[in-house]
């Protein structure tokens, strides 16, 4: 690199119009006039080490009226530019990096052809007013400086496309910002910075895909932000929002679930759980099934194949939906219900059955702790009688049949258990199995017992004991009832049952994946599906389940917008 002292005599008349400071020091800048190069890199310790000895960049570099592409990064002796960048009017990227510029110059803005500036992890305190000039800029970075406003202006660079912001001290947009010449701003990054608020006027960014405020300070989130009509990720993590309920939202929803909230709030229809903006919802179904089919290209299908589905049939739009009733004896007890409906579950395929038995198990085991923290009950939704009530009775005469026993009271049963407990232990030679049937000791003591009662007076569960023979669910089970109880709470149960969810989909999809080999070579036991009977789906639909207390004010709608909002990227929720 260093042997360009070749060149020097013929040189000195190329760069006659720079000062001869030191050109011997810079020979890329003599081959790049030499051979009429159109990009040079200056990057790293080496050249850091020539500039801190030359005072700065050689300014043989301005003559370079051909280059296109100018970096100079990670040299932290950079502290400023020279105003004679302004004659490079052929760059199209500056790329001036991880430098320590404390200030840039304003003429910048004659470089009328730039369209990439990248002064991010500098030193700067303010952006000069000549970027907005530059009418071709479509990438700005100014991140990880210590910015704390963006010029008046910038909507006049109506090529921008992306906006790098993040890691500044930044605390507003400037209003001339939102505006509808920016049609081609698509991505907006402003993450670590202290912004305050997004006007509602966000809507007239009409490109915006990716827009990322995370840890800022918003209090609100305009719900204009829904008019974006192209916005596929959001981020407001690490924002103190006063809706605790989108706090909770933009903390664990995909963008598709917080769009349609924030949509529904614009409708001013902020609805109670579960019946948020009906209308709403249904208005713009349509509009984004046709958008959704439009915009997906072949990349999404792939990816859409990887994915699982969880529809979501809202007690509005299913009146004769289940409602349990909660007496209010049970809050002493057990207080805390959640419940729903699931259906397409293909229980009926190879060991299906088997496996969802056992990843039940898995669950109560661990997020239950050994269901102590909470238990999982399933029901076939055929062999309810509707209406539910959960309820409480005295130990002597609560009456339930159990899985694979005969009829007992609860005492009986408690007992009987007890000593089948005792028994394996003793088998076992241990003085301290962890765990087993320890959640046989939660009811010591109380005077009431908890269970869900149906219509004809069956204990059909008795939590956290055991769910009752009579409902159980079988390979032929088509809907089924869940119950997740819980002394501890409510978001307790919630998340339980969000778990359960979350398996039963990952088990539908292996199911519906696995069914032709398991028809093929006849794994499974019941009677097989003829083949290509039905198309092998293994999207589920959850219907929501009411819960209301005696004077049937509700109480909980599962599931609702907050619920179902596991970070995991491979389960869609259909609402
Ligand atoms: C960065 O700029 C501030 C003033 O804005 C100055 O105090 C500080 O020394 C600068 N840091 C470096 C590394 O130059
Ligand atoms: C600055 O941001 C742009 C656009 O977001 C990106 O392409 C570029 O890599 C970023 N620069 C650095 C140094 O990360
Ligand atoms: C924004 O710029 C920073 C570097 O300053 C970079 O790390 C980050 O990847 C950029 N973000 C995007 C989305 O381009
Ligand atoms: C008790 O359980 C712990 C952990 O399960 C185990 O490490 C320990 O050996 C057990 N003690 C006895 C006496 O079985
Ligand atoms: C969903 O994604 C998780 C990882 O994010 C993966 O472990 C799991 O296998 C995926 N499930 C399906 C059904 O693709």
């Not at 011997?24 to 990057?43: C, G, N, T």
Request: glycine share 6%; charged share 25%; with cysteine.
């Amino acid at each position: 690199m260093r042997n360009g002292c070749f060149f020097i005599v013929s040189l000195q008349l190329v760069l006659a119009a720079a000062s001869m400071d030191d050109i011997e020091q810079w020979p890329e800048i003599e081959k790049v006039a030499l051979e009429k190069r159109r990009e040079l890199v200056f990057q790293g310790a080496a050249f850091d080490e020539r500039i801190a000895s030359n005072g700065g960049l050689c300014s043989a570099i301005y003559t370079l009226k051909l280059l296109n592409y100018l970096e100079v990064s990670q040299c932290p002796s950079l502290t400023e530019i020279h105003e004679d960048i302004q004659h490079l009017t052929s760059l199209q990227s500056l790329i001036l990096c991880r430098n320590k510029l404390a200030s840039f110059p304003s003429v910048v803005g004659k470089l009328k052809s730039l369209k990439v500036l990248d002064i991010s992890a500098n030193n700067l305190t303010v952006l000069p007013e000549g970027i907005t000039q530059l009418k071709e800029l479509n990438t700005l970075n100014v991140s990880c400086n210590s910015l704390e406003v963006l010029p008046e202006g910038l909507s006049k660079c109506t090529r921008l496309s992306t906006i790098n912001i993040s890691k500044n001290k930044i605390t507003a947009f400037p209003a001339d910002f939102y505006s509808e010449k920016l049609d081609l701003l698509s991505m907006l990054v402003a993450y670590d910075n202290s912004i305050e608020q997004l006007s509602g006027d966000v809507h007239k960014l009409t490109a915006l895909k990716m827009l990322d405020l995370s840890n800022n300070k918003l209090k609100e989130i305009p719900p204009e932000l829904s008019d974006c009509a192209k916005l596929k990720e959001i981020n407001f993590k690490g924002n103190k929002l006063s809706d605790k309920r989108l706090e909770k939202m933009v903390n664990g929803c995909q963008t598709k679930s917080i769009l349609e909230y924030l949509r529904g709030r614009g409708k001013g229809r902020q609805g109670e759980e579960g019946a948020d903006a009906e209308g709403g919802r249904k208005a713009d179904k349509g509009k984004r099934q046709q958008r959704k089919k439009k915009d997906k290209g072949a990349e999404d299908e792939v990816e859409e194949l990887n994915k699982m589905v969880v529809k979501v049939l809202h007690v509005s739009d299913t009146p004769e939906a289940l409602t349990v009733t909660v007496s209010s004896e049970v809050k002493d007890v057990r207080p805390y219900l959640v419940c729903c409906i699931v259906m397409g579950m293909n229980l009926q395929s190879g060991n299906a059955l088997k496996r969802f038995l056992v990843a039940q198990t898995k669950l109560h085991d661990d997020l239950c702790g050994k269901r102590t923290i909470a238990t999982i009950a399933t029901h076939d939704v055929q062999l309810i009688k509707a209406p539910l009530v959960y309820d409480v009775k005295p130990p002597t005469q609560l009456k339930v049949v159990s899985l694979g026993r005969k009829e007992m009271t609860a005492v009986e049963l408690i007992r009987q258990l007890q000593l089948e407990a005792d028994e394996l232990r003793k088998q076992k030679k241990r003085q301290n199995v962890t765990g087993l049937h320890k959640y046989l000791q939660l009811l010591k003591g109380k005077e009431m017992y908890p269970c869900l009662v149906d219509a004809e007076g069956h204990v059909i569960s008795f939590p956290p004991i055991t769910n009752s023979e009579k409902t159980k669910i079988k390979k032929t089970t088509k809907e089924l009832f869940l119950e997740v109880t819980s002394a501890a709470s409510l978001q307790t149960c919630k998340d339980v049952m969000d778990a359960l969810i979350l398996k039963m989909a990952e088990l539908n999809k292996f199911t519906a994946e696995h069914q032709e080999e398991a028809g093929s070579d006849g794994e499974g036991d019941g009677p097989q599906e003829p083949a290509g009977s039905s198309e092998t789906s293994s999207e589920l639909i959850v219907q929501q389940v009411r819960t209301v207390d005696q004077d049937g004010s509700l109480k909980v709608v599962y599931p609702s917008k907050t619920d179902l909002c596991s970070a995991i990227s491979n389960l869609t929720v259909v609402w």
